[in-house]
């Protein structure tokens, strides 16, 4: 306002000069030329003052504009980078608002959740979980980071750790993160080992009490008859050899999951030769018969005593879980680029309900047989694992009373 006053007191004094200009005398009217003159001057100087003033803002304002710009798409970028490493985590990451309505969710989340429209839905509508909406408001209300161990039902049951943290405002609305470490296998093999332990104690319990109430007896029976003795004696060293029996299928069971296999290339039809050889002698004691149908050769890539082991299980279980006068057939051929060997026998069976456990350590379909026949319950876990670690799978078809068939498939991509 007082540079536009100036101009225009700066253009009044000109007109009034100019008008007086023609009733002056000639000595005035020269005095006031030259004030004419430099009132000219001094609107000129204004209005190059003005238009660098007016140049200078539009230059501010163009670069306000351009770094406008360029954080707005620096922000973008941020935003697009943040989505991708959220997207990117192997684990559920959730992002809502202080009433628990979701703003964010990654991919891994879907995978876990399904994939439905969530956003602005409550987390609650996500994942089923009051336990964790709960863990979410106390978060909430706090404003800082909560973990708690949880147990997601749906759509499976999942144990995770859950942490929840302020993660910072949007405008007004402060935001949440969510993120759930799936952590069922490590439950999962803490009871593994719960229960090997409690069944390892069991296992070794048994013979050694067993052991132990014999060699009491012959201690303090001294008029103890000779040939009770020698029973007695006798049942020490049954018991004894179930003893080292278990801590060799132990230490073999360890190995097998804990060292990869020295693989080297064999041919699998003389090794299964050699196993049936190995086992006829208890097969006839049994009257039990064996035949083999081997397509030759069967190269692969393994570790021989593993395989071995492997056969010398299988057939070991389908000769003493058979019936008098029954039989075995041993069965190996390439198909699909597998060696595929099948033992099937016309033993007693497994029920179906017991199929899905007969691999776990120290699991006995027919536990008196099996104490009876020398079993240690490991035999099929050491199949399996000894199978997977050479890159195969076990499969079993059985029907109760009738007979079961073992399936090894044992990939050969490897021998070239």
Same mark, same amino acid.
Request: charged letters at 25%.
């Given at each position: ?24 005398? #000639? ?14 001057? +001094? ?48 684990? #559920? ?38 336990? +964790? ?12 980071? +909560? ?77 103890? #008859? ?26 073999? +069971? ?51 005593? @593993? ?36 033992? @099937? ?65 044992? #990939? ?5």
């Amino acid at each position: 306002m007082r540079v536009w006053a100036l101009r225009l007191a700066a253009v009044g004094a000109i007109l009034s000069a100019s008008i007086a200009l023609f009733s002056l005398p #000639p000595a005035g009217v020269e005095t006031l030329a030259i004030l004419m003159v430099g009132a000219w001057l +001094l609107v000129y100087w204004f209005l190059r003052q003005e238009a660098q003033h007016q140049a200078q803002l539009e230059n501010r304002v163009k670069t306000l504009a351009a770094e406008n710009e360029v954080q707005t798409l620096d922000f973008a970028r941020l935003r697009r980078r943040f989505i991708s490493f959220a997207e990117g985590l192997p684990i #559920p990451i959730l992002i809502g608002d202080q009433d628990a309505n979701l703003r964010f969710v990654n991919h891994t989340a879907y995978e876990w959740f399904g994939y439905r429209p969530l956003t602005g839905k409550s987390i609650i509508a996500l994942t089923f979980c009051y336990d +964790l909406y709960v863990l979410y408001l106390h978060a909430v209300q706090r404003r800082y980071q +909560l973990t708690s161990e949880i147990v997601l039902s749906y759509p499976r049951e999942r144990h995770v750790v859950a942490s929840i943290w302020y993660l910072g405002d949007d405008g007004n609305t402060p935001l949440f993160a969510v993120a759930l470490l799936d952590k069922s296998e490590l439950v999962r093999l803490e009871q593994v080992r719960r229960d090997f332990v409690a069944n390892v104690s069991h296992e070794f319990r048994t013979p050694l009490a067993s052991i132990r109430s014999l060699a009491e007896t012959l201690l303090h029976d001294g008029a103890m #008859p000779p040939e009770t003795r020698e029973r007695f004696l006798q049942l020490i060293v049954q018991e004894t050899e179930r003893l080292a029996r278990i801590a060799d299928d132990l230490l073999v +069971l360890s190995r097998a999951e804990s060292l990869p296999p020295e693989k080297e290339p064999v041919d699998l039809a003389p090794i299964i030769r050699s196993v049936v050889q190995q086992v006829q002698g208890e097969a006839k004691e049994r009257e039990v018969t064996i035949e083999c149908e081997l397509q030759e050769p069967l190269r692969l890539l393994a570790s021989r005593d @593993q395989m071995v082991q492997v056969l010398l299980n299988l057939l070991t279980n389908a000769i003493r879980y058979n019936k008098q006068g029954g039989h075995v057939w041993v069965r190996a051929a390439m198909r699909d680029g597998f060696v595929v060997v099948e033992v @099937q026998d016309t033993g007693i069976g497994i029920p179906s309900s017991e199929i899905p456990r007969i691999f776990e350590r120290f699991y006995r379909v027919d536990k008196t047989r099996s104490r009876d026949t020398g079993g240690t319950g490991l035999g099929l876990s050491i199949v399996k694992h000894i199978v997977e670690s050479h890159g195969g799978r076990v499969e079993v078809e059985s029907e109760y009373r009738v007979g079961s068939t073992f399936r090894v498939w044992l #990939p050969v991509e490897e021998s070239g």
